[in-house]
């Protein structure tokens, strides 16, 4: 049983900032081992993606709505996956999800693509 849990998440005002943190436990391997995700889902909306990162660490992906605004990273020693997420906006109110891909990194995009998902945080952007 491989679990991914997600924290930090939160009420902040528009301009503020927030960084979610995701580990993996269980029978996962280290979190290195997989390509790392976030998505997100507001009410009525379906789940979008919002970024991505390579097992090394040297490849990232963003949702043109975060561009410039968040940043993911790793940090192997610590076995956490973060989500940064600055200048915030109301419209980035949604709950996030941290998900884990075992296959290759040009090959995950869909959330079909992730085998494994946290339980979601919930981030309020208030105006």
């Known amino acids: 049983q491989v679990q991914v849990v997600e924290s930090g998440g939160g009420l902040v005002q528009a301009g503020g900032s927030l960084r979610l943190s995701c580990a993996a436990s269980?029978?996962?391997?280290?979190?290195?081992?997989?390509?790392m995700g976030w998505f997100r889902q507001a009410p009525g909306k379906e789940r979008e993606f919002v970024s991505k990162?390579?097992?090394?660490?040297?490849?990232?992906a963003y949702a043109d709505s975060v561009k410039g605004r968040f940043t993911i990273s790793r940090d192997n020693a610590k076995n956490t996956v973060y989500l940064q997420m600055n200048s915030l906006k109301p419209e980035d109110t949604a709950v996030y999800y941290c998900?884990?891909?075992?296959?290759?990194?040009?090959?995950?995009?869909?959330?079909?693509?992730?085998?494994?998902w946290g339980q979601g945080t919930q981030v309020t952007v208030s105006s």
């Open positions: 990162l390579s097992r090394s660490g040297g490849s990232t």
């Open positions: 269980g029978r996962a391997r280290a979190t290195s081992s997989y390509v």
């Open positions: 998900a884990a891909s075992t296959r290759l990194y040009y090959q995950v995009s869909e959330p079909s693509s992730y085998d494994y």
